[in-house]
């Protein structure tokens, strides 16, 4: 089944650019059906036709993929928000070629982050990410206006700083193990950890890796390149490409590869806190609705490090839920910003004002993110949320503890802040006759909001066999 | 490690780190788009010796080759899709001066 | 040793020239020169398939594609060019002070190298790697490559064609 995600989108791919007539209008649909078919296989998980299907494809080719718990939970990310992505462009791209252009490119992402979830190589791991990185630049600048080139531009700059300082760390693991797959390098590691080569590989690649996912202090490229794109490729970008590309790595990497040390600890708690307070402080000064889900982006990733690095499995598990959570909030949230878009053709939030009352709809999912984010039960978020601030708690972190705590009464003031000046208080005179977003933009914010709530009221229920699942890992 | 090979990999990473720090040096106090993607590609061709000299010191050298290979050919598409960038700034701009660019303020 | 040490001199002092040089043109030709180099470095140490990959791709490759960028910049004029050429060397005198002060204090850095290499006894080619261990990096050179055409297609296209 593991080889099939990689392999569909790339079929998928070549079918859509066959020379056939029309073919490109049902470009979109093949990609969204893909989607849909990932979530499924995610949620249902083995079923019996996919099973003999898959070893048939084994006898031709071998990867070496597998698919944990923690692979499953991103699986199912990457699948609802390139569903979302996909949902939007196609509500707000307008011409079909253009659709099929971006369908391309996002489903050559979805085989990207497939790829990197399920190996268990790090040279393949960095050759995905390279892939998923070069086709968000395309993806930024596909307007090929001159703000969102810049943004692309200045992204690959620093992705590719990144990725340098990710290849020599690599090649010094390499010569430390022999081989580049994690077990050759953690039993290279365990053998030989107080060697300073040791160090300065593993500070290395951390480095580019930070740099990846927007974490302060090498956070300069993000807010830029999430408002200069499309809003469509925000959504890819905000949700899961930052997030897979650098926070995912960055977790199964301290893991099962290089282990809890010390000295990596503080310095992930650390990356996390200045995270979240940079993030929150900067998004209070925002007049730009969507450089201020930027700087709130880099908040919510400062939590999931911030879990990260505190290390105990309860932690672990809210950073992996917090992430989850991010994809399906942060993915709403943009969406609410293409529906802004799409009627007033802003999204500078000093021209706007009560625009709920013309917009019901994306008013209230935007509502529903905003409590998920600040963590306010029973929504999802708060779970996310308390399971972070309690195992920080419970670990002897008292101080970092407080202070996520009172970031949250930070997040829930720029949100708060956000809500008066869109979508509640006084109408903006200047807006005139608006209707309510197209059906389009609307059936995702409903089914995100859907999920949101959903997974807030049932994981009471499902608490224990989650971070049980995350006890085998850790 | 044989001493030997020691000698060998001290050499090398001096050098690799030095054009290292050429590379970054030119990223950082050029003016010109296109000398940024130089630095980029020296950089990258200062990693792309240094696994070849790791896969030198642990007598793999196939692997080490099969990686430089795949690394080369993310090279280039990323030399492309830069190139194509760039080309489409200067289309907008006239000028590939990065003391123009500055709409963005980030 | 004595080799090692020259030919890595030559590699540092054209990364210099290259990024030192006033004219955009020369600089590029020094990029390419950097790959032969490093492709010579490549074959000394028994590297073969890599060595010819590097030199055939990237001194052809990007050879071509700066050359397309770089055509599509303006001619200056003997004035400009020379104000330019003083604003480079007040920029940039600092880098070969730095990179030999770097040099003299990194030869005397001894970083201790106690790591145990590990014990692998490989007979296989590059070949046999590439295509029985590492299909997944053929896949993902395969992806790549599309993403870059894909690039292209999008990109290189006038705008509203």
């Not at chain 1, 393949?124 to 990410?129: G, K």
């Not at chain 3, 002092?13 to 030192?20: A, C, D, E, G, N």
């Amino acid at each position: 089944m593991a080889s099939l995600l990689l392999l569909l989108p790339l079929l998928v791919i070549i079918i859509i650019n066959l020379p056939l007539r029309g073919i490109r209008r049902t470009a979109i649909w093949f990609a969204g059906f893909i989607c849909l078919l990932q979530a499924a296989l995610v949620l249902y998980h083995p079923l019996q036709s996919w099973s003999m299907l898959s070893t048939f494809m084994e006898t031709f080719l071998s990867f070496k993929i597998s698919i944990d718990s923690l692979a499953l939970v991103m699986l199912l990310c990457i699948a609802l928000v390139e569903l979302t992505a996909i949902l939007v462009a196609n509500a707000t791209i307008p011409e079909d070629k253009r659709k099929a252009s971006f369908v391309n490119l996002a489903l050559i992402i979805l085989i990207g982050m497939n790829a990197m979830v399920m190996l268990s190589d790090l040279f393949s791991i960095y050759i995905f990410l390279e892939i998923v990185a070069i086709s968000s630049f395309i993806l930024i600048a596909i307007k090929k206006d001159i703000l969102a080139l810049e943004g692309a531009f200045k992204y690959m700059m620093l992705s590719a700083i990144a990725s340098v300082a990710m290849v020599a760390g690599l090649a010094l693991l390499f010569m430390l193990a022999g081989g580049t797959s994690f077990s050759a390098i953690h039993a290279a590691l365990a053998v030989s950890s107080n060697s300073i080569i040791a160090k300065i590989a593993i500070g290395l690649f951390v480095c580019g890796l930070f740099i990846k996912s927007g974490v302060v202090p090498f956070h300069g490229w993000l807010p830029d390149a999430y408002c200069s794109a499309p809003t469509a490729v925000s959504i890819l970008l905000a949700g899961i490409i930052t997030k897979i590309s650098g926070v995912y790595v960055l977790i199964r990497l301290v893991i099962s590869v290089f282990g809890f040390s010390a000295p990596l600890q503080n310095i992930l708690m650390l990356a996390g806190i200045a995270s979240i307070l940079v993030g929150a402080l900067a998004a209070l000064v925002q007049s730009n609705f969507k450089r201020m889900l930027a700087y709130s982006s880099i908040s919510q990733v400062g939590y999931i490090i911030l879990g990260l690095g505190c290390g105990t499995p309860l932690a672990i598990a809210g950073a992996v839920l917090h992430f989850f959570n991010h994809a399906t909030f942060k993915a709403l949230l943009f969406t609410n910003a293409a529906a802004l878009e799409q009627r007033l053709d802003s999204v500078d939030m000093d021209k706007m004002g009560g625009v709920a009352q013309k917009m019901p709809i994306t008013g209230l999912t935007s509502v529903i993110a905003f409590l998920s984010t600040a963590g306010i039960p029973p929504l999802s978020g708060f779970w996310s949320k308390f399971m972070i601030v309690l195992a920080l708690w419970m670990a002897g972190n008292h101080l970092l503890a407080g202070i996520a705590l009172l970031a949250s009464i930070l997040t829930a003031a720029y949100f708060l802040s956000m809500q008066r000046r869109v979508f509640f208080g006084k109408m903006n005179p200047s807006l005139g006759s608006i209707s309510e977003a197209s059906p389009g933009l609307i059936l995702p914010m409903l089914i995100l909001s859907a999920i949101i709530i959903g997974v807030g009221l049932c994981f009471p229920f499902i608490i224990g066999k989650f971070v049980l699942a995350f006890n085998s890992i850790v | 490690m044989s001493a030997d090979f020691t000698q060998l990999f001290s050499l090398y990473s001096v050098f690799i780190v030095l054009v290292l720090i050429a590379g970054f040096y030119c990223i950082i106090a050029s003016f010109n788009l296109v000398r940024a993607l130089i630095g980029i590609e020296i950089l990258m061709k200062a990693v792309t010796l240094l696994i070849i000299i790791a896969g030198y010191v642990t007598n793999n050298l196939a692997l080490a080759q099969a990686l430089v290979i795949s690394l080369i050919v993310i090279e280039v598409v990323l030399m492309v899709v830069a190139g194509g960038l760039i080309l489409w700034i200067f289309r907008h701009n006239e000028t590939i001066d990065t003391r123009k660019l500055n709409l963005l303020k980030g | 040793m004595a080799l090692d040490i020259l030919l890595l001199s030559v590699l540092v002092y054209i990364v210099l020239w290259t990024v030192m040089t006033t004219r955009l043109l020369r600089s590029v030709m020094g990029l390419a020169l950097t790959s032969v180099m490093l492709t010579i470095i490549m074959f000394r140490f028994n590297a073969p398939l890599a060595a010819v990959f590097e030199l055939s791709v990237c001194a052809g490759l990007i050879f071509v594609i700066f050359i397309t960028t770089v055509s599509f910049t303006q001619r200056v004029s003997k004035e400009r060019f020379e104000v330019r050429r003083r604003e480079r060397f007040e920029k940039f005198w600092a880098l070969p002070i730095i990179i030999i002060l770097a040099g003299a204090f990194l030869f005397q850095v001894n970083i201790p190298l106690n790591f145990q290499l590990p014990s692998v006894i490989s007979s296989y080619s590059v070949n046999s790697v590439l295509w029985n261990f590492r299909q997944v990096d053929l896949l993902g050179q395969i992806v790549i490559l599309l993403a870059g055409a894909f690039g292209v297609v999008m990109l290189f296209k006038e705008k509203g064609k």
